[in-house]
């Protein structure tokens, strides 16, 4: 068994399809395809796109025998295998709506898995659900007493049999798919999407953002129900006819140096990671292991879903050095599911462009004043960094306001709009929720934070984060970095947020994680923590810490800090009497570990 080749037999077509099921009509004209590898990096499965389409077509006619009404939603347990793949195509052609389902939601238990897989069951209304094998008791259980028409594994869908009638494939104004936003501060909402919507971000994201050429090849670990993982290394390649090769999260998260060997092997040239696999990769990725490696071939090296140290990705290149990787490979970008996926890209082969601004001055009065002689006469504890992501897709408009809602000049800090043909039509059954953020005339409030400077792009967090302490506005990344830091933390092992005082006053709150979880180790760490925020930051923090694991994330893999809160609080309500979610002057005095 082979990997499909890189090089392609038809000419590259940007994008530019009516429709999802067209674009696979055209990808399956050549030779490229998708190839699955385990943690061993040993070749599993090898799906041709032209093997792609037959397979999808088949399974779209097994999925007419259901009866099902155009447009009904089936769900889809997002596992990183061929068959998701051949079931999102499947409803491609059907005519049917498919709904990617993460494969692994926060789990407490199985009844809380259960609990939430059926969540998402209901808010979607599906009519059919697949899940692997392993998943089926799961599913089972969830689907009780719902009124859905099948459920079953793979192989109970391939016992159905074909309605040999013409497929009437979904068309450009017809929703391509629902994507569950990731529910870093709220239960998951399904964004819709319509195919010329996805098309049409697909065309900006290959021509524009990533200048995709024939000979490019994709590698990718990215869970297939994150809008990245979907739309980006999934639509994506189909999209423009490119062989990808795929490695589940849960493998790249125990092996995450097959990442790099995939990359090596196959001479792939791009691919894509949050801040948190660049950080994964420094800490377990040996010295002796880099050296054999070759990445001269890696020449967009994206980053996104989440905020982008810069840091974190300059150590990544510093450990890969003698690999031939080049940091000017790295690419900034930002997007959200709302918007389909991509809203702006950095210059290709330019790697990060850091801007560094008084973090007093954008505190106090919500401008990025540039810092011009960082290291020299500055003082680098009063200095913010953030990472430019570029200028927008074109046919985007992006617009920066206050709390007024009016659009603010070059510099000045406030909520991030925007308005483009790739933008969601609406959240699935949540007229309300939609209302929130979708303005009549098109305009989406992201609920990021950010500045513009001629036209880039600079994230500075999001609304629901933010830490407001005495009118200064606090970002919980200042404080979760100072954490990181530290020998005794990881990256992404700190998560800051805010409570309110019982003096009616917002305190500062921040959960690390450490193996130092208790004795004279854990209040040393406490007590510089503490001194250090008040050093550079100006204000009182209180730090719990935690056993390693424990903090909450989102499906996709991001902290959520919402739920950190949530859990805090609820921690201090067993440990005081105090109500309305104020914390105690005991509590605050003493946020030590917890059990």
């Not at 499965?45 to 006619?61: I, N």
């Not at 898995?113 to 392993?134: D, F, I, N, T």
């Not at 989440?306 to 970008?333: K, V």
């Not at 950095?346 to 990060?352: K, M, V």
Request: with cysteine; hydrophobic share 40%; charged share 25%.
């Amino acid at each position: 068994m082979k990997p499909t080749p890189t090089e392609n037999t038809v000419p590259l077509r940007p994008g530019d399809f009516a429709n999802l099921s067209q674009a696979l009509d055209y990808a399956a004209r050549g030779v490229t395809g998708c190839n699955f590898y385990t943690g061993k990096g040993e070749l599993s499965a090898v799906v041709p796109y032209e093997e792609l389409r037959e397979q999808a077509q088949t399974l779209a006619r097994r999925l007419q025998s259901l009866g099902l009404l155009r447009g009904a939603r089936v769900a889809l347990l997002a596992d990183t295998n061929p068959d998701f793949m051949r079931f999102f195509f499947a409803c491609q052609y059907a005519g049917l709506v498919p709904v990617p389902v993460p494969a692994s939601i926060h789990l407490a238990s199985r009844s809380v898995y259960v609990e939430q897989l059926r969540a998402l069951l209901v808010k979607c209304q599906a009519s059919v659900a697949v899940v692997p094998p392993g998943f089926l008791p799961f599913l089972t259980e969830a689907a009780e007493s719902l009124d859905l028409r099948f459920i079953g594994s793979p192989e109970d869908f391939a016992k159905l049999p074909e309605n040999m009638n013409a497929l009437r494939p979904l068309r450009f104004d017809e929703l391509a798919y629902l994507q569950f936003t990731s529910g870093s501060t709220r239960f998951p909402r399904g964004v819709m999407i319509t195919q010329q919507a996805a098309l049409n971000n697909l065309s900006g994201i290959i021509k524009h953002g990533l200048g995709v050429r024939p000979s490019d090849r994709c590698v990718s670990w990215l869970p297939f129900y994150h809008d990245m993982g979907l739309v980006g290394f999934v639509l994506g390649p189909v999209a423009s006819q490119l062989s990808v090769d795929y490695l589940s999260p849960r493998d790249f998260a125990m092996r995450p140096r097959q990442w790099l060997s995939l990359i090596a092997k196959n001479r792939a040239t791009i691919s894509f990671s949050p801040t948190f696999g660049y950080d994964l990769c420094t800490r377990r990725v040996r010295q002796e292991d880099a050296a054999v490696l070759d990445l001269s071939s890696w020449r967009i090296a994206g980053a996104g879903a989440e905020m982008i140290h810069h840091e974190s990705l300059a150590n990544f290149a510093q450990a890969l050095h003698g690999t031939g990787f080049d940091a000017n490979a790295f690419m900034a970008c930002y997007g959200m599911a709302e918007c389909s996926l991509a809203v702006s890209f950095a210059p290709l082969r330019e790697g990060l462009d850091v801007d560094r601004v008084d973090r007093d001055h954008l505190s106090e009065r919500q401008v990025a004043r540039a810092v011009l002689n960082e290291g020299g006469s500055e003082d680098r504890s009063r200095v913010s960094s953030f990472v430019n992501c570029g200028k927008p897709l074109p046919e985007y408009e992006v617009q920066i306001r206050n709390e007024q809602g009016h659009e603010l000049c070059d510099r000045e800090c406030g909520t991030i709009f925007l308005r483009g043909p790739s933008i969601m039509s609406s959240y699935f059954g949540d007229l309300e929720a939609t209302k929130e953020v979708l303005s009549s005339d098109g305009w989406l409030n992201t609920g990021d934070i950010g500045y513009r400077v001629k036209e880039h792009l600079f994230i500075t967090g999001r609304i629901k984060d933010l830490i407001i302490i005495k009118g200064r506005n606090i970002w919980p990344q200042d404080l979760e970095y100072l954490a990181e830091q530290q020998p005794e933390v990881r990256p992404g092992d700190a998560s800051a947020f805010s409570i309110l005082g019982e003096d009616g006053e917002e305190l500062a709150v921040m959960v690390v994680q450490c193996g130092e979880f208790n004795g004279t180790e854990g209040g040393s760490l406490v007590d510089r923590l503490q001194r250090m925020i008040r050093e550079e930051l100006g204000i009182n923090c209180c730090i719990e810490l935690a056993r390693p694991h424990t903090l909450p994330r989102t499906s996709s893999g991001k902290l959520s800090r919402s739920r950190t809160r949530q859990d805090f609080l609820q921690r201090r309500d067993r440990l005081s009497s105090n109500e309305s979610g104020q914390a105690s002057p005991e509590a605050a005095r003493e946020c030590r570990a917890t059990g």
